[in-house]
């Protein structure tokens, strides 16, 4: 960054002035975490919290009534602790007295009050509300009457009536969907609440320029305290950048402008990471290098809802044809040698390694079969790809060498195949609408349960309503759904995943490429950062060394 812009950053946000040309915010007493997000934000409102980086920055920003711990164990948060009525429907959450808003003008007087149960009624009921079109109104929308299961018994009592009993409802209220807003505010903002987001987190909104800079600032009303009764968060700030290029971000973090790097992609993972995972020896020691299971499956979708005009002269509309490509890939080979062994062969179902529940031996996916997946083509009257139209596969810029590796399997069967390039964004948008046939996708846990996962297939969660991308509806599969609703026993509730993933491999409306791991770098000087499978970014523990 040149010192100008430097300097205008950083008299914005308050934290130091600049008094020499080659000064930058490394010098400064503050201590500011630098990260880049390679895909630009749409929203900072968390209830459109539908990717990745949006939900780094509002688990940043924002509460929930419970949270996550790095073995993703339940924890409480806003709520203290909570009761559930013995037939499973009713929630009664106990909340803290000490949890204030962060200060915005469209406050009395600008300062942020304190949240009570009102606001958690106005929060959750909003994601049902269809004059928002929450991407997460499927948490809710077949789960409750409407607004009125929402109720504030008094200021710190909240109650959440469920139509039918739902076991995984606390997993699921830590999905940053679930965040306490302030009414007034979000009213006062109306659509703009998406650049102008306040919470209670540790972190406030100070500046945005999209697609080029965010910049959050210390929470000094935070509520929640360290084991020494230290405030938290540490930090005095946090700043992002939005280079999109991933080899021109991890220079930046080679030359310390970064404090962070997520994953490892394209044509210097050879230069960073060994075929069998390890960091190489020339850049050993030279910052932090963690990688664990994570809770993300990578996939192919293929659309298969034959009422929509895309699909209807699609040949992936023909279940024989998707099982064939879905035997036709080498996954082992493609995750040695495209991953660096980052990840898992996706051998099993949709629900990831690391999931509990998760059981390769119970579910059967596919295995790397082209005889096999020759002759499915044939029986699904394409003999050696004959007569078959080309398919089109859309990617993004970064997953290029893995795509082109799939249209070459692809082609040793004989099926033609053309791959569409488009950013990130626009494809998640074309996706979101149904708009591609055949398309890369990932699946990261919204919450630590495998109910997540099966929501994807669930007919009554097709595009408008819910993330069914692949427009799949099968009858036995929607009952089994239904039924794993009323379980209350884990491994009662486990069976029927594994049953419903086994109808989804058997049905082959996506191709599990990889069940991924996390590969996260920290320059030396970091501490306190969490080590979940969710990949769930939280700072408000992170501490930072500056160089003297």
């Known amino acids: 960054m040149k010192a100008f812009q430097l300097y205008i950053l950083l008299s914005l946000i308050g934290l130091t002035t600049i008094t020499s040309c080659n000064k930058s915010n490394k010098d400064s007493s503050k201590t500011i975490f630098n990260m880049n997000m390679e895909d630009g934000l749409t929203s900072l409102d968390p209830a459109f919290a539908r990717n990745q980086f949006a939900l780094w920055m509002d688990n940043q920003l924002f509460d929930g009534l419970v949270q996550v711990d790095d073995s993703l164990h339940i924890k409480p948060c806003v709520a203290k602790n909570w009761e559930i009525s013995d037939n499973g429907m009713r929630y009664t959450f106990h909340l803290r007295n000490d949890v204030y808003f962060q200060d915005d003008p469209k406050f009395d007087k600008g300062i942020g009050r304190k949240a009570t149960a009102v606001d958690w009624v106005y929060s959750l009921g909003r994601l049902i509300d269809p004059k928002v079109a929450s991407s997460g ?48 505010v979000v009213d006062a903002y109306g659509k703009d609440f998406r650049a102008h987001p306040v919470g209670t987190g540790p972190f406030k909104f100070k ?68 075929k069998s995972g390890e960091i190489t020896t020339k850049y050993k020691g030279k910052f932090q290098f963690n990688t664990r299971p994570f809770l993300n499956t990578e996939y192919l979708g293929m659309l298969v809802d034959s009422t929509l ?41 949709f629900i990831p390694k690391g999931m509990p529940g998760f059981d390769d031996k119970e579910v059967v996916g596919y295995s790397y079969n082209p005889e096999k997946a020759k002759k499915l083509l044939a029986e699904a009257g394409f003999p050696e790809g004959r007569n078959m139209p080309e398919i089109v596969l859309s990617a993004t810029t970064t997953t290029r060498n893995l795509i082109e590796f799939i249209q070459g399997e692809l082609g040793k069967i004989g099926i033609r195949s053309k791959v569409e390039i488009t950013q990130r964004a626009s494809l998640r948008e074309l996706i979101a609408k149904n708009g591609v046939n055949f398309f890369r996708g990932t ?10 996962y099966l929501s994807v297939f ?31 026993n884990d491994e009662e509730r486990f069976k029927l995943y594994r049953q419903m993933d086994n109808i989804v491999m058997q049905e082959a409306p996506v191709v599990v490429l990889y069940y991924d791991k996390l590969v996260n770098l920290y320059q030396n000087n970091i501490s306190g950062y969490g080590k979940n499978s969710e990949n769930l970014l939280v700072l408000k523990r992170v501490k930072k060394v500056n160089p003297k």
């Open 137 to 184: 109104s499927w948490i809710f929308s077949d789960k409750v009457t409407g607004k009125d299961a929402f109720k504030a018994l008094d200021d710190t009592t909240f109650q959440i009536q469920l139509k039918f009993a739902f076991p995984p409802l606390i997993s699921l209220l830590t999905a940053q969907y679930c965040s306490v807003v302030p009414h007034e």
């Open 207 to 274: 500046y945005w320029k999209e697609g080029e800079v965010l910049v959050l600032l210390k929470n000094e009303k935070y509520w929640d305290k360290d084991s020494s009764g230290h405030s938290l968060p540490y930090l005095d700030a946090v700043r992002a950048t939005f280079i999109n290029d991933k080899q021109t971000a991890f220079m930046e973090f080679i030359k310390k402008n970064l404090d962070f790097f997520n994953d490892i992609d394209g044509s210097y993972r050879d230069d960073i990471l060994t």
């Open 309 to 349: 005009p895309i699909v209807k002269k699609s040949p992936l509309r023909i279940k024989k044809v998707r099982q064939a490509i879905n035997y036709a890939i080498d996954k082992k080979t493609m995750v040695k040698y495209l991953r660096n062994s980052i990840g898992t062969p996706g051998y099993a179902g």
């Open 443 to 452: 699946w990261i846990a919204d919450y630590p349960d495998g109910e997540n």
């Open 458 to 488: 669930y007919s009554k969660n097709k595009i408008p309503f819910g993330p069914n991308y692949t427009g799949f509806n099968n009858k036995e599969f929607d009952a089994l759904f239904e039924k794993a609703y009323t379980s209350i």
